[in-house]
């Protein structure tokens, strides 16, 4: 079974930090390097957009919103991508998802609610 497991949302104040992590497990996930690797996010009445993402190389890219202040990484051992997000403010409310994308299949995980009040 193909899953992708988030973890580490709440409710925080801005300027406060949260660390979001992604547990994938299933056998297609056996050679998890290989995957690219991606946060989503999705706020109420909003459209989903790419927060970060990360590829098997390790290159990275993220949203302008979030420059500076989110950091993507992974572990491929431990199967696991993280999402540190400093400085949070009241408008990176949303429900964040995690994604595994190769060979034009995207896998997605529940999503994990994150929630900065002002």
């Known amino acids: 079974q193909v899953q992708l497991v988030e973890s580490g949302g709440g409710l925080v104040q801005a300027g406060e930090s949260l660390r979001l992590s992604c547990a994938a497990s299933?056998?297609?996930?056996?050679?998890?390097?290989?995957?690219?690797m991606a946060w989503y996010r999705q706020a109420p009445g909003k459209q989903r957009e790419l927060v970060a993402a990360i590829t098997s190389g390790g290159s990275t890219n993220y949203a302008d919103s979030v420059k500076g202040r989110f950091t993507i990484s992974r572990d491929n051992a431990k199967r696991t991508v993280y999402l540190q997000m400093n400085s949070l403010k009241p408008e990176d409310t949303a429900t964040y998802y995690c994604?595994?994308?190769?060979?034009?299949?995207?896998?997605w995980g529940k999503g994990t609610l994150v929630t900065v009040s002002s």
């Open positions: 299933g056998s297609i996930f056996s050679i998890f390097s290989i995957y690219t």
């Open positions: 994604n595994a994308f190769r060979a034009n299949t995207d896998y």
